[in-house]
């Protein structure tokens, strides 16, 4: 095992990153040592970047930043049982306790102490990361690295998507980023009779069309509300799965769903912004669930589901792969608008 | 049968309301008259009274006004068969029209062409009142007249309170208006493990304490926020009942929402205001039920229980009485704050 | 219109059915008379065929039989208004009171005065047939007769299939017979991760991997719990959808389910038989769905959402056509186990 | 701390109990160990005690028995930090492996590899028990000790209780044994409309009478499906809970639910018996709930939640108490069906 290793780091308070050697990390009792072999770049990342209002508040730099990715195991504590050295693992970035109330009542996701790794503690832009082994889900060993890596922004998807029924239903999918465009996969494959979407780039709404959207709109130059409203015969959707965090695409998904349908969120508008619950929530009978991570491990078991049957297929989405060395050209890449997915490798 | 009936009448677009002499109403063959027995004012009642913006926007003067009574069948149209002359009913006020999709899938409730009563087509100020035979609601022959008339009202709070489980859960109503008091009913004999509520009327407050609100606050004085974290160890409550339409009561029920919480909301703000759907909703990974009217029959048969088992006494609610002559009195009661339930005789 | 028509007659308490010239039916005032294009033959057809103790201790004959069709309006009783003349239609074969608790509670589908066409009134073995115009089901006017006759049995695969989530889960279908071959279809449409089916025809397991079925196996030849436990490590399934009501499929199917899965069971085992509630269903935290008939209208809407979005196609689940009046070969057909769906044509 | 302590043990395979001095036991790095104050008897502890056959093939004696118990912490392991020495505790008595699929998907009560204390390693019925910290659940110190004792088995009345809601219906609880009983004041706190209750002991129907049953039979005199149909005019119940086991009780009990009904099962019977699935659940559309344990740890807040805002009061089952030493007597107590729950004092 070397002493050191390759990591992006932010070095100080303040926008930028650095590529940087640094210690290779050790473990605690019921940790694991893993060998990163891909990572994708999250919009959290960018946030990271360029230290936003956020990210000041919150990250304590000097840190290695990143959450996503997968790797093999190569060590692990005194107290690990339930993986193994040479284990093919992805991982859950958040880091739970346990022992509150809500991580008692199945609520781990939404843990009242999380710790998210490349945010709160060392992430995984790196050529190893230190995890604890029940954050670790085992990956069959032929799955192709990227894919592995994009497990669990994927599981964000799944949880969106499986929030409320879509299966015969109409749904409308408002922002095709990749988790948006992972959420047009997982209404397809759980159903749904037919998926609009809507965006701001031509790019991704072209790629939402390939992976299954019925209908796309850009809402730089078309009204989603006229649009919908004429592809349902005036009814609208029953379910709505918001993936923008946009004030407009938010009011605009609530007129568009119809009465008693419901709507699951997973975009984050940034901040307050006016909005008429009465209108669009309370007289008709709209059902909205905040969705926030991936529910442990119920998510995770219907990822893997979705892809083992091949009723998922993510490499479309992944269109973009860079040595971890090349990250200021992957980070650009991400921030153009102009990609799905974009991996590194180390 | 007479000819003509007293009736409170709004006679043209405008404020103000009159009493006057009109028709007794004629049938259809699915139809039944109904002589009022007793009648019960909601804030509907109100806005009509004033002919504010949704009023005016929505009433097609001249009209009876008024939903929510009780009475007695004098007359069954030809086609009648669930119902007979001598029933003693309570009605509900939303008319449906059974064949459209949300009809047709266990959402009449929120039909598509409800038509209300004493605001679509004449309402139950009035001596007799004309009503769809599927709108009619037996009850038993010795229930109160006030009680009875009250059902529909009821029907609201059973609504937003059956809408997620509250037993053994911290519930906050916020609002404690006769709708907000009812639902504090249905809450305790639900089996909520404390009851916190708030409201701007000492009066309405002090009902609260009386009818099994384990701790009220004025928000004009104190801190709901405050006071309830205190109350519940930092932990906040684990359903929000929203009664009131209060900008400020909604961000504070959120607020004190415990992450993964629920919350129904019932009370409408009128218009948008600044809402942080992400740090309320979003990232907390809360459930937001939509409250709409009753649901039809569901919520009825549930007020009947709620009702025959002793569970919840409604007559703590009905603080004032007047004949329907002095209606003008009955309004201004309601609108002092200073009430319950008001109820009028015919 | 003529006077009279063609109809399999049931003309009196015994086995064998006739075909016979009879009045054409007149209708009410909220029926429409339907001229038949199509209609498939059900199990249920065949136990009043054969005057089984159900069927002696039920029907009344003379009797015109059968109750899965499609075909045109022709005409409407006065206070028809929701179909028209020309409209093509199925029909839900459950004629419903509307006024029992259970109707009124979105159960209409177990309502306690459920009368069922060919079964408690004339059928659609006919050239013509009057129906409740609420029963009447519109299609698109270019949907092939076949696909269209067998919506109504469809909705009994929809109902099953969809009363507990599939979407990336493992399910068994016990039982290959026609609905349970659309019960394949419903959940490969739906996104089940793999579906097992097990049955004593080799013509339909054949049929059933058409139709995506990813495994299956012949009970007379094989251990359907060694194959399954076998094929899913150990784990058993996710959900059970039993579709024979065969004991032995019954407690293979329950004895496969993983702890705390869910079993949706609408195959009819006749009679009481040996069960173990305690290992198969209580110690192991199952839920169980009884299935009967379809919801009205929720499964209706899912149906109709599946087959126009092309998720699924009920084509090759017909096998055999028949004219009407070779009936006798069609229930043979029907009755051989050699078939999936079988349809006649007036 | 003490070397020996006197404990009741199974000392071989085969019936009886002994009372002997044995060693205080040691404990893990992740344990604690806890003085007891209060344990109770559970019928599983009269299978022990009689070396039924479900014992004679899972314990490997010698053991102490006993599983449901509180006392206070004396020792920690040296990685516990969820409690503290001097705490309060009562235990849930299945300890579960946290790691297989059930534990990681909200399942934990039916975990893969549950181990029962007084079961599958030693129990309660000793001076000293050594628990895994994890599975301790602390109680206010004031809280009494016999009813401390009694929440692990609370918990199975409250995990029945709370399967399907009850409130404003009419529930029908078949025996009132010890869990019944308490199940009985889950449901009048759940706010169900009328709660009949069915036994073969007039000293537990008495009981559950006081308990707030609205009406109570004794099967080996009367007919309950004659008396409870009379009760509700021909309709039935909404929910059966069923907690004795008896064939004859789950026919009655699931004969007396109202089409689309639903049914929670905690009663064991032992095997197999003649059960008509067809008539008695799938053609009316009920729901099963297989009960087992208590769910980890949703029911315990529900418990806890009951219990403090003074819904539930379990000091009236409590009828018997004796000194550990007096065990013989205290088994034969609770095996005569003239008691509710039995507890001992070390």
Redesign the interface.
Known sequence: MPKTMQAIVKPRAGAGLELREVPVPTIGAREALVKTRAMSICGTDLHILHWDPWAANRLKPPLIVGHEFCGDVVEIGRDV??IKIGDFVSAESHIID??C??C????G??C?NTKIIGVDRDGCYAEYVAMPA?NLWLNPPDMRAEIAALMENFGNA?HTG?AT?V????VLVTGCGPVGLMTILVAR??????IYATDISDYRLNLARQLGATLTINVTREKAIEKIFAATDG?GVDVLLEMS?APSA?RDGFALL???GAAA??????????????DL????????????GRK???TW??????I??G?VDLSPIITHKFKMADFEKAFATMESGESGKVVMIP
């Open positions: 049982t339930q346990n022992t109330d809500l008692r009542t199945g609520n996701h939404i009242r029940e799944v499986m029924p299966v015969a239903r109409k494959a759980a159903g749904a009779r037919s009814e965090g938010i119809k009465k008693g969120l997973l975009g984050l508008p940034g901040k307050a912004f006016e909005f008429d619950l009465g929530v309370i007289l008709r009978g709209i059902t909205v669930y905040g969705i926030a442990l491990w119920d078991y219907e990822a893997r589901g979705l083992r049957s009723a």
